[in-house]
């Protein structure tokens, strides 16, 4: 079946440090990928997204590019900032415009000043 | 602000009582989602409706009953819950065209003792 598996939280770095959270998937066919990020006591919203390989979704300095060959959408940022402390997740979606989304499991991140 | 809102933020039930959660949005969007969110664990998702149809259940038991009157309202009922059903559940919708963006309340916080 069609999975999503982050790296382990919790992660914490200092601001501006160089942020990497990892994202594999297991899914038939061409899904579309999707970081959402939860900020405390909200609910979830959309961070960025990708249809098909080798796309790059980018927003907030944040980026990610799907690669097909290593099943990949890892989340990176170049200079985080304290405001950047979230839980992340990573998503997929069968195909563009599937109804149904996967989610991963989540990634907390803290950045101390 | 995602124009997604869910009542009550929070709630606290004995495993006998009988409540509901709602969430109401009036965006246009035609599917409602019910997720379900535990600590360490991924987002399952429950319930989907397109058009007050329900379209997906995700295996979810019957102490769970969801209810889509209208396009704009969800509602989720909850009649003699365990312990472990306390989360955060949390509502969604889906624009019409979407390629797989949902727009999430801030979620309602369950205990049951």
């Known amino acids: 079946g069609n999975s999503v598996t982050q790296m382990e939280g919790p992660v914490t770095l200092s601001e501006e440090a160089f942020l990497t959270i990892n994202c594999t998937y297991t899914?038939?066919?061409?899904?579309?990928l999707f970081w959402y990020v939860q900020y405390p006591g909200e609910g979830l919203q959309l961070l960025l997204k990708?249809?098909?390989?080798?796309d790059k979704g980018s927003n907030k300095g944040f980026e990610a590019t799907y690669r097909k060959e290593t099943t990949s959408f890892h989340l990176e940022k170049g200079s985080v900032q304290v405001s950047d402390s979230a839980v992340y997740f990573c998503?997929?979606?069968?195909?563009?415009?599937?109804?149904?989304?996967?989610f991963g499991q989540g990634t907390r991140l803290t950045i101390n000043p | 602000e995602t124009g997604v809102t869910q009542t009550p933020r929070h709630l606290v039930m004995g495993m006998t009582n009988k409540k509901s959660l709602k969430c109401e949005q009036h965006?246009?969007?035609?599917?409602m989602y019910w997720y379900k969110q535990s600590a360490k664990k991924p987002l399952e998702l429950m319930f989907v409706?397109?058009?007050?149809?329900?379209?997906e259940n995700n295996s979810v038991p019957s102490r769970f009953s969801p209810e889509c009157p209208n396009s704009s309202h969800l509602f989720l009922h909850l009649h003699t819950l365990q312990p472990e059903d306390s989360a955060l559940y949390l509502c969604?919708?889906?624009?019409?065209?979407?390629?797989?963006?949902?727009?999430f309340g801030e979620g309602s916080r369950l205990t049951v003792l």
């Open positions: 969604a919708s889906r624009p019409p065209g979407s390629d797989g963006e949902l727009f």
């Open positions: 899914a038939t066919g061409y899904p579309s």
């Open positions: 990708a249809t098909k390989a080798d």
């Open positions: 998503a997929l979606s069968r195909y563009a415009g599937a109804q149904k989304l996967v």
């Open positions: 965006l246009g969007h035609n599917a």
């Open positions: 409706y397109n058009f007050k149809e329900q379209t």
